[in-house]
């Protein structure tokens, strides 16, 4: 029989010291290279002077609001033609409306505004990024540029301050544009579609906790691509400037507190009551909003028009602006009431 010599025994207890080391240092370094992983990923703001350089260049215009607003807008096309003013969606910029300015620019005048918590305007004073504080920014840039009333329109989330505008300020309401607009309840029987990768992040608090310190560009990217169906516009420059813009300071703070706020839902049986003749535009491919929206909004405001584009997802008018244009010209051509025009007190008519 072989015996243990009792020197050559190491009872348990002794391994105990190297056991808690091992508890200690083995979390310890998984936390560790967390944090390393995390600096390597985080993205900082972008500085706002060399974005407003970029981005708004020699001329850029803003507008400073009584809540301390300091909007950034643009103020284009025909200075004595019917103006029309155009909000972008979640995210997004005034940039998205270029192509429409440049195809109605020479009869229209196109007024567009970076929104709070997007853009040059990045984050307001009072963090109001409801949507009336998105209404309070187009009240702010009319006041600026002097329009009582003019033709309102919007994309996505931009499309559901459009609407909400009309709604609010009728009297300032000459037409609505509602390109892909958000805010309609799902129809019976209907899912809602499946969300890009970045809002999905967001439903979440350690996403959204992310999401100001992780911005990386192929998620911005691949976001684009899954809004659109017409793949050919999502090119380097495109990718560059919702990244850019989206690190803004103040941008992604703001885009948080969004996927936080109450969009009022209810707001939506409100929209029949809308009296301004209403264009309403979707793309057929739309995986952000269901396209079956538009039928619903038509339902809901008496008179409107709707016009599918097949082959075209969330941003008509920048994955087919030629169509976009001539839709919206052709609907203001026939449907745009001339307001009168009230004499001022040096017009020598009146004295």
Known sequence: MQTIDEDDFEPPVARRPLFRRKRVLVPLGFLLAILAAFLMLRTADTDPDAMIAKYGGPNAAFAAGPAGQRIHYRDEGKRDGTPIVLIHGANSSLQTWEPLVQRLGADYRIVTLDLPGHGLTGATPDTDYSADGMMAAVDVVAAKLGLDHFVIGGNSMGGWVAWRYALERPDHVDALLLID?????????????????????????????????????????????????NQAIVNDAMIDRYWELLRFPGNREATV????????????????????????????????????????????????????????????????????????????????????TVPSASDPETR
């Open 181 to 229: 607009a958000a805010g309609m309840p799902l129809r019976k029987g209907e899912k809602a579609p499946q969300s890009n990768v970045g809002f999905r992040v967001l439903q979440y608090p350690l996403g959204r906790w992310l999401a100001t310190q992780i911005t990386p560009r192929m998620l911005v990217e691949e976001s684009l691509r899954g809004s659109v169906e």
């Open 257 to 340: 507190m969004r996927a936080r706020m109450d969009r009022e839902p209810a707001m939506a049986a409100r929209v029949g009551e809308i009296q301004a003749p209403t264009l309403i535009l979707f793309g057929k491919q739309d995986r952000l909003i269901n396209a079956s929206a538009a039928q619903t909004f038509h339902e809901r405001i008496a008179g409107s028009e709707v016009v599918l584009f097949d082959g075209v997802g969330h941003l008509p008018m920048e994955e087919s602006p030629d169509r976009t244009a001539a839709v919206i010209a052709d609907f203001l051509k026939r449907r745009l009431v001339p307001r009168p």
